[in-house]
């Protein structure tokens, strides 16, 4: 073979423009793609939306073009694999995967395409790059002089403090010893900083460079609401702001996600439950679903998510607790990855802050890991608890300094309308002498609701039960409502000055709540909001309705419209055709700028964001037509 020239970066540009239909590298991308071009190690955290993959795209296609071979990409999500290498394929880049999934007569056809060298990306599990078998093919592209890069994606996986540990992914620093003159780029959405220590070590990345992008993702809006009725808060959420949108709703358990998904049903949402209990083939289904139609709403546990690069999931809703910072992040991360509006909605009570305490608590972990549990769980509810902006708690969280985002199109819920606070330092102390005066009383605890009964004063056969009309803190705080007392306990709970025990969550004091009953600290707390109904007209960016109920990505006029659903139309078709999700056909926001503008000839249609010189040259005539017809 003769030496091709050496890949620049005009070319990389050339390849976003051409092969992509994008004007533009977003970010640190334009260095990533650079840096790898010229044999680079990397290392990137970039979050969901960023643009991970073009970051060993671009690179593998300019480095096959200079006659460099295959670029390998590690992937622990085989279910994703299909359609990874389909939005490849129909922008004319020669991909293919290797998986348990196939045949011994597809994976063969691969093999040979694989040690031809015309392949210019695959993708692989771990546990498959690892086989003697794999490797005693990668050896002989190498010798060859075909080995162009390793892209290790997801590369989190590697570390065992996160929550995605793989084992398989231990095996990968096999990649740097035997081939090491080979790039190799890893990439993941987790940001803090022990799982990059981690990655950097297991994965033998000391001299990579490491490219940090900003993990604020300015299109999504975070909002937590009180549980008071969980369902009926879920549901006004949905139909008010969400009708018709595709979303994620995480439940703790399998049993809660079951019942959620068949009680939206029965409201009339299509929604489907995805956990690690339902059989692989009922999962795969609800996945492809999820993908490929319009409007499916998933109820999940944690067990789903992971690589979905859906990009018009307009909502991610929590029902409980995640179990810390970074999981939230991570979950919410999902929506919104085309750039458009998203919400991140949470009901949070005080069973959410009980829960997770107590799971903790009785895990069987080593107690220096439950207090690294703790702390997290701690993070999280401060920001659950806040009443200034959430953003800013969230990136602080991961280092960044951010301001405060206002009172934007796109903002949290207490930039939005700030809560009022009311000092609750008295409240707290009412709260905590009470524990403390039943505990004096012949050691006994109570739970949330008698505490505030005697609180409120209250006389209920307990009370009367245990005399407790004679404590000197009985009615004590009459004035204070029980929705505030709620909130006053969780906080206690949430900042660890009352723990809570056994199967009826009886209260105790900590040491430290001795502070609160000196008047060491003051407690400001946010008033229980009464849940305002927001007008369904708000400025959300929403274009005019179609006729599915799913708006446009841009305001479209009625002529415009009527195109965006005949584009539409016409992509349904071409996606059921090579089995793939629309979306990998056309994003929605390419289709709605073609409707807009309705090009009416190639060239034009070859400059709409996403229009990239192989698409044009399949469905180029075609797209016209469809835009003629109406
Ligand atoms: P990540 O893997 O980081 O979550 P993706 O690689 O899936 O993100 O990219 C998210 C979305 O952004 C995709 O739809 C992708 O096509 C789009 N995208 C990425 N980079 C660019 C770019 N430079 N210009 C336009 N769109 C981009
Ligand atoms: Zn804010």
Redesign the pocket.
């Known amino acids: 073979m003769t030496s091709a020239a050496l890949p620049s970066s005009s070319c990389s540009k050339t390849i976003?423009h051409d092969v992509?239909g994008?004007?533009?590298?977003?970010g640190a991308?334009a260095e990533i793609v650079d840096h790898l071009i010229n044999a680079g190690d990397a290392l990137v955290l970039?979050?969901?939306?960023?643009?991970?993959?073009?970051c060993y795209q671009v690179p593998a296609i300019a480095r096959h073009r200079a006659g460099q071979g295959l670029a390998v990409v590690v992937s622990p999500l085989i279910a994703l694999m299909h359609d990874q290498v389909g939005a490849l394929e129909v922008v004319g880049v020669h991909a293919a995967f290797l998986n348990s999934t196939l045949t011994l007569e597809q994976t063969q056809k691969i093999e040979r395409e694989m040690m031809s060298g015309r392949l210019v990306l695959l993708y692989v599990a771990p546990e498959r790059l690892t086989t003697a078998r794999m490797l005693s093919q990668l050896d002989s592209l190498h010798e060859r002089g075909l080995l162009s890069l390793f892209a290790i994606d997801e590369a989190h996986c590697v570390s065992q403090w996160g929550h995605d540990f793989r084992e398989d992914y231990l095996a990968l620093n096999v990649l740097h010893e035997r081939y090491p003159q080979v790039p190799r780029i890893a990439?993941t959405?987790t940001a803090d900083d022990l799982t990059r220590a981690d990655i950097i070590e297991r994965l033998a990345l000391s001299e990579a460079r490491v490219f940090i992008s900003s993990f604020d993702r300015p299109n999504i809006r975070y909002a937590v609401v009180e549980k008071d009725e969980a369902r009926k808060q879920l549901l006004r959420f949905l139909q008010d702001e969400h009708e018709g949108d595709a979303g994620i709703i995480y439940c703790q358990s399998r049993k809660k996600v079951d019942e959620t998904a068949a009680w939206l049903e029965g409201e009339g949402i299509s929604a489907l439950p995805y956990h690690a209990g339902l059989d692989t083939k009922v999962r795969r289904l609800h996945q492809d679903r999820f993908l490929r139609e319009e409007g499916i709403v998933m109820v999940a546990t944690i067990a789903f998510g992971m690589g979905i690069?859906k990009?018009d999931v307009r909502f991610v809703a929590h029902l409980d607790l995640p179990k810390n910072i970074e999981s939230y992040y991570q979950e919410t991360g999902r929506g919104g990855?085309?750039?458009l509006p998203a919400d991140a909605w949470m009901a949070y009570g005080l069973s959410d802050v009980v829960n997770q305490r107590r799971m903790i608590d009785e895990s069987p972990a080593a107690e220096d890991f439950k207090r690294n549990q703790r702390g997290k769980l701690d993070a999280l509810l401060s920001l659950a608890e806040a009443h200034d902006c959430r953003r800013v708690r969230l990136l602080a969280y991961f280092g960044e300094k951010s301001t405060p985002c206002g009172s934007q199109h796109n903002a949290c819920d207490n930039c939005r309308h700030p809560p009022a606070t009311w000092d609750a330092t008295e409240a707290a102390r009412k709260a905590l002498s009470c524990i403390y005066r039943f505990h004096e009383n012949r050691g006994q605890r109570f739970g949330v609701v008698h505490l505030i009964d005697v609180l409120r004063g209250k006389n209920t056969d307990k009370v009367a039960q245990y005399g407790h009309q004679s404590l000197s803190t009985f009615g004590i705080g009459a004035d204070v409502s029980e929705a505030q007392w709620r909130v006053v306990l969780r906080q206690l709970i949430a900042l660890g000055y009352v723990q809570t025990e056994g199967e009826y969550n009886t209260f105790e004091l900590t040491s430290s709540a001795r502070q609160i009953l000196r008047g060491e600290v003051q407690m400001l707390l946010r008033k229980p909001s009464e849940v305002v109904k927001r007008n369904k007209s708000s400025p959300r960016g929403k274009g005019t309705m179609s006729s599915k109920g799913r708006p446009p990505p841009l305001a479209l006029n009625n002529q415009a419209l009527v195109r965006f659903n005949a584009l539409k139309v016409w992509r349904a078709k071409v996606a059921q055709e090579y089995n793939l999700p629309a979306?990998i056909v056309f994003?929605d926001a390419t289709l709605a700028e073609m409707a807009q503008l309705a090009p009416d000839t190639l060239t034009a249609l070859g400059n709409i964001?996403?229009v990239g010189a192989k698409k044009l040259e399949s469905y180029g005539q075609e797209i016209l037509r469809v835009l003629n017809d109406r």
Do not use: E, N, V
């Not at 994008?22 to 977003?26: C, L, N, P, T």
């Not at 970039?46 to 073009?54: A, E, N, Q, R």
């Open positions: 976003l992509f994008y004007s533009a590298f977003r991308q970039m979050p969901t939306g960023g643009g991970k993959s073009l990439l959405a690069d990009p990855r085309d750039g979306f994003h964001t996403g």
